[in-house]
Structures are given as C-alpha cells and as structure tokens.
C-alpha cells in the first residue's frame, strides 16, 4: 500500500520500520516541528523524523495542519491509507477524507478506554492489570472512531510505563500491520465505541506525580510506576525534592500517613493502610542511588511526618 505515515516520538518508530520492513510504500512521513531539548536547548529533530531520513523518505514538520498547506500536500501524494501512530496533532475533516481507506490510527489503549494523550502512564497510575493497543479509523473526534482490531496485554505487577511503553510498541507495529493487510483484502469489519465505557487520559503534568501519602500504599506504588521515567513520582523532604524511581508495597501500619520508618537499611513512609518501601530514590541535586545510600547520610529521618518536619 502507498502510505503517508503520521507520528512523532519513540513509540511510533516501531510501527514506521515494522510498514518498511513489510514492502509498504511510506510516501512521506509528518511528524512535529523539531524542538530544543536539554539544558542547552538544542534543536532536536523528533525520533519518527530522524527515522524516515535514515530511510531515504521525504519529511514534512507543519505548524498547523488548518491551513490547507498540508493537505494539498497529502491530495498531491494521494496514498492509499494515511497511518497515524502518537503524532500528537488533530486532523482537520479534509485530511480524514483524502486517503481511499482514510486514516487509521494505532492507540495504546483498549478502546473507549484511555482515550487522550497519555493511556499507557495513566492505565498504571489507576491500577489496571491488563491493557492493550488498538487500530481505528479517525474521525472528527478524540479517540472516537470506529475500532478494526485490538490485542490484549497483561499489566506486570511491578512494570513501570517506561517497560509498558517499549513492549506496547512493538505490539501496536504488528497490529497495524495485520490491520492494514485486512483493510486491503475487505476482510475487516469497523466496529462502533460504546460510548457509556469511554474513559479519558488526560495530558500528564508534573504536579500530578507529587505523592499524597494518604493513599493507599497500592495506590502510591501504582503512582511511582506510571510517573516513571517522566515525571517521576515526588515528595518533599526538608525542603528538598526527592524523585522515587521504585518502591515496594510494605507491611501494615496505623501510623500516621506520610511518617517516615528509617534505619541503616529501610526507607519507609507511612500511607493510608501500609508502609511503602522506597529502594531507589534520586534526591535533589544528586544521582540515582539506592534508598539505603542515601541514609547514610541522613540518619535522623526516622519517626518525622512529611511535610511537618519543621512543624
């Protein structure tokens, strides 16, 4: 099939290289505007990019796709199928219309569920234990339209969205490619979302990974595996900014939320009904480190609330 494909970070890589392994004709590949990264702001061409130019196909970063510049590019391209895998942009109706199987899009999610921006961190962070990806074709809506095919995955106990992100990725790339064979040979069947199971992901801020301490310990080490490896899952101790990069669920306690169990080998906090056991932190201004190094030096922690430690 002659494809326009439509994606931007990591996770859509999989799924442009599984279309050109397979023989598919990629036409073009849009993808984000390149942006500055890193503490020296260096312009950075997104991942989707620097792959379609490592394969020789032509790259188009728009703005905006309102303004009818990129659709006269797509009707001058006329593809088969245009493939959109976490582009990160709406496409406006004369878009969803220009490609004779339209625009079929690759979410990481079990459709109605997790509709939006961020399924696979927020799946976590609500405590699902299974999930999946699906294929679709794009209407007007977010996430609305009717479902081709979905595939179910199981959620590891302790699988951070970090984990899930890599293993969803290679899921969504072959399941896209088996829709799209169906969509070619008419052996696909568009089913609509029930609409009363929908549910929405909303866009992650790093606010949202601050740790409240009055939930339940279940709840916080869900928490600490959705938020990682961006944002991180936080708290404040002394002031200071203390990133959990994983933790395990503890014993029972009646202690108060957020007190800190501490000695030369356990770092503990106190939640709703049990301790969470921190194992690797990252303090403010320095290194990822075990919970244990970092005792070390501060070994008057235990018995203190967070966030009355200068109450």
């Not at 303004?67 to 976490?86: F, Q, S, T």
């Not at 990974?209 to 404040?236: M, Q, V």
């Not at 009646?254 to 030369?264: H, I, L, Q, Y």
């Not at 201004?285 to 200068?310: H, P, R, T, Y």
Request: include cysteine; charge should be negative.
């Amino acid at each position: 099939m002659k494809i326009v494909f439509m994606g931007t970070p990591d996770y859509a890589v999989a799924t442009l290289e599984r279309l050109i392994e397979k023989g598919h004709e990629v036409a073009a590949v849009f993808a984000q505007p390149d942006k500055k990264v890193g503490r020296k702001q260096i312009l950075t061409p997104p991942p989707v990019k620097v792959c379609a130019m490592e394969n020789g196909i032509p790259v188009f970063q728009p703005e905006t796709l309102r303004d009818g510049k990129a659709e006269e590019v797509l009707r001058g391209i006329a593809p088969d199928v245009i493939v959109v895998v976490a582009y990160g942009k709406i496409l406006p109706k004369g878009i969803l219309n220009i490609a004779r199987f339209g625009c079929v899009n690759g979410h990481a999610s079990l459709l109605p569920k997790y509709r939006g921006a961020s399924p696979i961190q927020w799946c976590i962070v609500c405590g699902e234990e299974e999930t999946g990806v699906s294929t679709m074709l794009m209407d007007e809506g977010m996430d609305t339209g009717d479902i081709l095919k979905t595939e179910k995955v199981k959620i590891g106990e302790n699988e951070t969205a970090e984990e899930l992100f890599e293993r969803l990725s290679v899921i969504s790339a072959d399941l896209m490619v088996s829709t799209l064979d169906a969509l070619e040979k008419g052996d696909i069947t568009p089913v609509k979302q029930n609409e009363q199971e929908a549910t929405y992901a909303p866009i992650i801020k790093k606010e949202m990974a601050l740790l409240d301490f009055s939930k339940t310990a279940k709840e916080i080490h869900n928490a600490i595996r959705g938020y990682y490896s961006w944002p991180c899952a936080y708290f404040f101790l002394n002031g200071k900014r203390i990133k959990v990069i994983s933790a395990s669920v503890g014993n029972e306690t009646n202690k108060k939320p957020g007190t800190v169990f501490a000695d030369k080998n356990n770092f503990a906090v106190a939640c709703k009904d049990r301790f969470i056991n921190l194992l690797v932190i990252q303090p403010e201004g320095s290194k990822v480190m075990e919970a244990k190094q970092f005792l070390c030096g501060n070994s008057n922690l235990d018995g203190i609330v967070i966030g009355e430690e200068n109450g």
